[in-house]
């Protein structure tokens, strides 16, 4: 295997620059004399150091490049994850980061395709300095401390690779830091570097901890990591594999630790909503709420050391509508606060019942569309508490309006300002109701996706029978019917992940990873259907990779002609 020693590109700062500075895993206000020689000499400087870990994952979601993330630019990063699959398009705020993977232009200098390689490799190279740093130090708390510390690492690396590999294909696999920097290096094949993401994944597996309730919200268990080889033995597809996969997310489902959400609970439970919209309440997405169905939330909590900034997860800028724009209407933390609607849902799944809409509005070419959607009369999570239809004007200022319906039409779904609005991401502060971040922990994985990734893995194992059972535990959370055998294809088991996951799921990478990108997009969107080409389901290499190497480092197919 070829090994990289060190990507110059990419690696702007190392991890004890954004990491915590005391004990708190929330904190994260580091000294600036702070460096690995002087804190990797203790258990609590490995504290700080796999702290800075948590906090270049959580900066994925981050944007403007707050605090020392990695993602600067205009729109969320997230959002070139959704838009250009079968789940939405981008809206009329066309943001020039989201322009080039809505038209399908993006090149080796499109900003967020080197984004995603900067953070990815940023959260390598820091992951990298705490392993070797551990290898180092003789000075541990507990005998314990060194595997754990080395387990939160190699998952870390394992979960940067995850986006490499879904994105870029082959690249190159590190695990050292070499000085002088060396700036030759060559591309792994996907396979090797899936092998080693596994073998890290295994490691973290083994030595993380087991009892979620014994270690502090937001930390890593055991039961992440084992989630995510599921999906990692799913993607890498060798033989025994699958398998695999479905005993890892078996053995996530049968730990006597997480559960579905079947009740009411939290800080909203004796408000108008349901079991399932409690999830996505603020300040319930953790155990201590008695949610015990997040296997790992990333936290980004309001008004919290350590918690959100206002770059921090966009997510709900993203979704919701514009519909501050309309006369009669003002901003309200009820409405999920300002919305930029920069990418919007689909009629084809999310249905058009309940509103004006037409189903073959914006020449979406559906004549056939059922005005529900893809969702069963009574399922939960299509109910007025997780999907938005009805909106009532609520500015005092226009009288004449205040209280009545606005309906949503196909003028004001295509323009953005009001469509069927994701309640999952609905966010908003009296104080300041202009703020950008959602300021809300991120289920990042969830057991309903652990059970729909136990389907995916009897799919490929040609088991529909039980990979209906997996299914219809999550349906029966939802009140509706199950699937049968015969009904249970790779199809519907999208469509599922649809009704349980939107905008939660990093929907592009779910689409490779069951082969479905291309046939997918190319029926259900119309804004991507004809633009899309094979090529594109890999990006290009960065081109500041690219002119920074010395060696041979071939570009993706497709991409190879561009000159910057």
Known sequence: MKTMNYIKIGIASSILSIAAGCTSFLEEDLKSSLAPDNTYTSSLGFEVGATGLYAIARSEYNTWGENGAFMHNGACAYEVLQISTDLCRMGTVRDGSLVPFAEMTLNPSTLFVGSYWNWAYNLIASANELLIYSEKNNNWDYPTDKQLYQAEARFFRAYAYRTLVYLYGDVPWVETIQKPFLLSFSRDPKIEVLDNIIKDLEFAKTYLPDNPDNVKEGKLTTWAARHLLSEMYLLRGAEGDYKLAEENAQDVIDCPYYSLMKSRFGNAKNDPGD?????????????????????????????????????????????????????????????????????????????????????????????????????????????????????????????????????????????AQLFPALKKFFFGKEENLQLTGAYKDRMKFRLAETYL?????????????????????????????????????MDFLLDERIRELYGEESRRFTLIRTGKLLERVRKYNPEARDLIQDFHVLWPIPQAIRDANVGNFPQNPGYEGYEG
């Not at 993203?318 to 300002?338: C, E, K, M, T, V």
């Not at 893995?457 to 040609?462: E, K, P």
């Not at 088991?463 to 249970?488: F, G, I, L, T, Y």
């Open 275 to 415: 079991y399932f919209s409690d999830m996505f309440v603020e300040n319930n997405q953790n155990r201590s709420a008695g949610n015990t169905e997040g296997i790992w939330v990333m936290q980004f909590q309001y008004n919290t050391v350590g918690g959100g900034t206002n770059s921090d997860d966009w997510t709900r800028r993203a979704w919701n509508p514009q519909y501050h724009a309309i006369d009669g209407f003002a901003l309200a933390d009820s409405l999920g606060g300002r919305g930029l609607a920069q990418i919007y849902p689909l009629k084809w799944w999310i249905g058009v019942k309940g509103t004006n809409a037409t189903t073959a509005g914006e020449k979406e070419g559906f004549p056939d569309i059922q005005e529900k959607g893809i969702f069963e009369d009574g399922d939960i999570r299509n109910s007025e508490y997780n999907i938005k239809r009805n909106w009532y004007y609520n500015n005092p200022l226009t009288p004449n309006k205040l209280g009545q319906k606005c309906p949503i039409d196909d003028k004001s779904w295509s323009q």
């Open 453 to 489: 990734l136990l389907a995916e893995a009897y799919l490929r194992q040609d088991m529909p029978d039980k990979a209906a059972d997996a299914v219809n535990e999550v349906r029966r959370r939802a009140k509706v019917s199950d699937v049968s055998d015969e009904e249970m294809t």
